[in-house]
T-cell receptor, first 113, second 115 residues
Framework: GESVGLHLPTLSVQEGDNSIINCAYSNSASDYFIWYKQESGKGPQFIIDIRSNMDKRQGQRVTVLLNKTVKHLSLQIAATQPGDSAVYFCAEKGNNAGNMLTFGGGTRLMVKP | DTGVSQNPRHKITKRGQNVTFRCDPISEHNRLYWYRQTLGQGPEFLTYFQNEAQLEKSRLLSDRFSAERPKGSFSTLEIQRTEQGDSAMYLC?????????????FGQGTRLTVV
């Protein structure tokens, strides 16, 4: 079946550096993608989303890039802070009327002070 | 707090017992979703409601699972005859489908441990 996956299970960065978290997806019909942040014991928290008619979207300290040619999604976090330490999931919405999301397995971001 | 609320936060039960979880979505949200998340994995879709109608169920939702949203507001998820494999975090999310679709907001989840 089609799935969303991540390249790296764990990413360790120095405080102040930029972080890049990658995600590959296989459903070419997906038209909407979201990055979620999940801290221990909490539910996923929306970070940023992007529709398939865009290739870049910026938020506060975060940028999402979408490359539909190679079905690749990335989340860039500028000036990473200790509070950014969490597991990050990409999720896609495929061709479904209910907007159900398919999540990848997650990348743990660890920020070293 | 106007976010998605789930109760209880934690539940420990013996195998074979029934459990029920509750989700209160964001008040104006007409869609409500249930997901299940096991350790180290992303959430997996279980079922969703549009108002009070349950419109889709995943193959993960066995006959022992039942979800309701009787008045189109809060929802309950019941698991009958629990098994150890049911141990997971059960997440509820809600969204609004008025002027275009909005992102789904998740609750804190209910962590179920079956012993």
């Amino acid at each position: 079946g089609e799935s969303v996956g991540l390249h790296l299970p764990t990413l360790s960065v120095q405080e102040g550096d930029n972080s890049i978290i990658n995600c590959a997806y296989s459903n070419s019909a997906s038209d909407y993608f979201i990055w979620y942040k999940q801290e221990s014991g909490k539910g996923p928290q929306f970070i940023i989303d992007i529709r398939s008619n865009m290739d870049k979207r910026q938020g506060q300290r975060v940028t999402v890039l979408l490359n539909k040619t190679v079905k690749h999604l990335s989340l860039q976090i500028a000036a990473t802070q200790p509070g950014d330490s969490a597991v990050y999931f990409c999720a896609e919405k495929g061709n479904n009327a209910g907007n159900m999301l398919t999540f990848g397995g997650g990348t743990r971001l660890m920020v070293k002070p | 707090d106007t976010g998605v609320s789930q109760n209880p936060r934690h539940k420990i039960t013996k195998r074979g017992q029934n459990v029920t979880f509750r989700c209160d979505p964001i008040s104006e949200h007409n869609r409500l979703y249930w997901y299940r998340q096991t350790l180290g994995q992303g959430p997996e879709f279980l079922t969703y409601f549009q108002n009070e109608a349950q419109l889709e169920k995943s193959r993960l939702l066995s006959d022992r699972f039942s979800a309701e949203r009787p008045k189109g507001s809060f929802s309950t998820l019941e698991i009958q005859r629990t098994e150890q494999g049911d141990s997971a975090m059960y997440l509820c999310a809600s969204s609004y489908t008025g002027k275009g679709n909005t992102e789904a907001f998740f609750g804190q989840g209910t962590r179920l441990t079956v012993v």
